[in-house]
């Protein structure tokens, strides 16, 4: 038998760095926690094929090079981070033979703690929810063309009213009963690709800006599928930030399933539900700027 | 061999109950999602050694009370639907040998989406967090007292300064050095005690105003270690609520470790950790009114 | 207001040691790996009520206490491990005021490897599932008396026939028809109470003994209920192994619940099932010998 | 601003079933547990753009057909059953819009216990791993070839030396020593495409061979890098089944750090080491039949 090395890519993952920035005279700090994950792909085969180390980086190596790219690094956002952290793989001078990297980085959204006069804490921070402030950047080492997406993962929302699904495909084995008014409740991962123009200034405004439309668009739409509101969700994050070339929105469908109470001798007035994790329809649409 | 059953306990968990309480006048809804456990003791000898189910309710039982008690009653607090589910558990006619009854309950977080005039929407929600509202009641058959308690669960904390590990014992195994100055992260999880006094009206706001009190202790406190933060907590939370008789505190202590950059030619200025899951120090603590 | 500080306990959790241990002559490598935690009570009160760490073990220490004592011992099984750790903290010279110590210990299953004539490998392993095997040793200073625990968690079983839930408790809730013929799964945790003269030697083989046991009576029962089967198990685990005094068993009841197939003009000849992991019963006993 | 649609996929995920096969004659039975997800890809643009669900099979329904076709049908592997429900909505008539379907599925692997005899039972079954056999089929309604990808998920594999890592590249980050001879931990995922003469009654055999395969390779090769095992593997699963094309194997790099025990004033002999989570080394490779 004979075979061959067809695809190649080695990294780290889960390099978990916590960066604080102090600044004295204000006397306040900044908090960043990031997640890392790094991938180069190249011509490693000798490794694979001869267990030849000589042109292998160690992961260990790439994981010290965070911690030093953070200490020497003032941090403005996650983006300028993996951008910082995929130029020096990139532009290595000991592997050249690395022809792209990957950095996927995930960010923790602590928010500040508000005193009783709903001032801000200067260093002390509650976590703000599950989400999670996404970024990726692949870099090829002769593509001038660096590709950026941010996004958000796990934006956990749900609605009581404003959605239905009704007059659906209908088939032997269907037993779903048209909905008028149900429970709309989802884990939101949203991710979008920043068009070349993009600069620093935008990364933190259009997140927060994407993220607001999109909350709000859920909030105020009135569903007539996850579908529908996804795509609303989507053209609202792209209205909002002129950066974003397109998005990419995946909805699991977190269904709120009504008990059926009759057997009790009790009535369910759409109130009472069964909260589920599985099965979960799951829902995905890309959007892209015209 | 002889053997006997000296204990025995059973129930049903993970009963998750989503309810939707519409105000149709006000055009709002409030959301309720509970996960309950339920757990019953006696005399129920006979179904271990004999497999006689005749004196026994099954679990699947349990689970649709939770679902017809939602539906019957208008919830307040997690506080009341667990007495209510315990109540009707410990005078059930039909099971007179179930001494006493254990209900556990766990609320999700949600929290209003607000829209850009800082509105509340009055029927869509975003999660606030990781942490989880709780409480739990015990009730014996025969005994007219009924413990309660309440609390909170992964409340995610973190401070970048005010807070040292300094003087302690060193033996042969300790590397430890001093920290004047470290980061300080927590997931606290926090159960207090009502007096028996206490009331329905006391459950919400005394829940706010505990957690309030605990998050801006954390805030403000000059940590000279987690059990000294951890004791201020406990107070605030008693001076907060005069509810609370007594309150039990477990904080892990989720290292943030300097990055030793030495190595690396690089200086450390106490700004870059690694974030660690593991090992964590654990610390608890029961802080009781005198 | 007047509080104080009614309890306490500190220590290091999720200590995670690998310790290989080379018989060179034989050329075979054993393999442990074990998560501890440790906590100790007792007049620590000055820490959490002024920050006085001069009575402080750092839980550092403790952690690096874990590693040392795994460097200097030769390890024959978790539950000598675990005695060997309460030994040296509830004898620390410098910590007097330490009145009691607990260590919690879950060790993998690590199995070796066969090759194609099914001899064990010397040294390349396999996991042998998500089953881990649990002790606790509790030890307090002034108490002679030592308590050793030991036991196994997450053992998955599941069987498809010989079980059967009839002629139970029904109320006006209850819509369960009786199960004359079911499948029975669960992920059963049991932890069992060694005599004090247990010693060393029983504990490798009670454990398997004990499990074995456990595993066939599971297999061959009869089931009538849950709890019928927990008994039976725990009463087989004290026939077997002569050095256990007393059995704790919880088992979650995972159903399998069958699949309405009438809505789609199919029979369910007891065949299919959705597989659920929630809600779950939960059903515990001790089991004691007479 | 204008946006349009560019992709959309939807379906359902976490579909689990059980499928309990009984041999009368035998008095045997065969046990299936498989996790389910469905995703489908077409014209479905209505549905986000304007909520018109008319061609828009719902997501219950999938879950339905996939309990309807497990009653329908005799399993006899993964594979065949993922082909089937893929066959089914490829060809679904209400659907014609819909262009490709894809099907992912995830199977337990019990296995039957063991009487003291050795010999099998014939329905009770204790759970072999935390390893999944998984298998991927994607089929187009306009395309004749169906892809047919198999393998394995979170394949725990551990061995104790015949591991080395040296003579890497070093640069102003690096702080890793050579390593002649360390613990080499990782917990496999191995997908690999079957050739399209593949037939049915190769994929369990195949399955089974290719897992023997890379687990006898693990155990025996002497590594000189992840890489260099990796390829090893995956070059031993094409030889032991010709049916695989193609093999792409990921193999997290679990570290054992040893501790370094020389501050506690100890040696540690390659025998104490941190177990870690994270971070990982992750070290990916396709192996192709030439």
Redesign the interface.
């Known amino acids: 038998?004979?075979?061959?090395?067809?695809?190649?890519?080695?990294?780290?993952?889960?390099?978990?760095?916590?960066?604080?920035?102090?600044d004295a005279a204000a006397g306040r700090?900044d908090?960043f926690?990031f997640?890392v994950?790094i991938?180069l792909r190249g011509a490693?085969d000798e490794?694979?094929?001869?267990?030849?180390?000589?042109?292998?980086?160690?992961?260990?190596?790439m994981?010290?090079?965070v911690?030093?790219l953070?200490?020497?690094t003032g941090i403005t956002s996650p983006e300028q981070f993996a951008l910082l952290l995929a130029d020096h793989f990139v532009a290595?001078e000991?592997?050249p033979h690395a022809t792209s990297v990957r950095i996927d980085l995930r960010a923790d959204r602590?928010k500040r703690?508000h005193?009783?006069a709903r001032r801000e804490?200067p260093?002390?921070?509650?976590?703000?929810?599950?989400?999670l402030r996404t970024c990726t950047v692949e870099q090829g080492r002769d593509r001038p063309r660096v590709l950026l997406s941010a996004g958000i993962d796990d934006?956990?929302?749900?609605?009581?009213?404003?959605s239905a699904?009704?007059?659906?495909?209908?088939?032997?084995?269907?037993?779903?009963p048209d909905a008028q008014d149900r429970?709309f409740a989802s884990a939101v991962r949203a991710t979008w690709r920043y068009a070349e123009s993009a600069a620093d200034s935008d990364w933190n405004d259009c997140f927060e800006t994407a993220r607001d439309a999109m909350?709000?668009t859920?909030?105020?739409h009135k569903?007539?599928?996850?579908?529908?509101t996804?795509?609303a969700m989507?053209?609202a994050a792209?209205?909002a930030c002129g950066a974003i070339d397109?998005i990419?929105i995946w909805m699991?469908?977190q269904h709120?399933v009504p008990?059926d109470?009759r057997?009790?001798?009790?009535?369910?007035?759409?109130?009472?539900?069964?909260?589920?994790?599985?099965?979960?329809?799951?829902?995905?649409?890309?959007?892209?700027?015209?």
Chains 1, 2, 3, 4 share one sequence.
Request: glycine residues 8%; contains cysteine.
């Open positions: 038998m004979s075979a061959h090395l067809s695809e190649n890519a080695y990294g780290k993952s889960r390099v978990r760095v916590t960066k604080v920035q102090r700090h908090l926690e997640d994950a991938q490693f490794c694979y094929t001869a267990g030849d180390n000589s042109g292998v980086l160690p992961t260990d190596t994981r010290n090079t911690y030093a953070a200490a020497k290595h000991q592997i602590w703690i005193d009783e804490h260093w002390a921070f509650i976590n703000g929810g599950r989400e934006l956990l929302l749900i609605k009581t009213t404003d699904f009704v007059d659906f495909v209908r088939d032997e084995y269907t037993t779903l429970i909350i709000r859920f909030a105020a569903s007539l599928a996850v579908q529908h996804l795509y989507g053209e792209l209205a397109e990419e699991p469908n709120r008990f109470l057997p009790l001798g009790l009535e369910n007035r759409n109130e009472v539900c069964v909260t589920t994790s599985e099965p979960f329809g799951l829902i995905g649409g890309t959007i892209r700027r015209t």
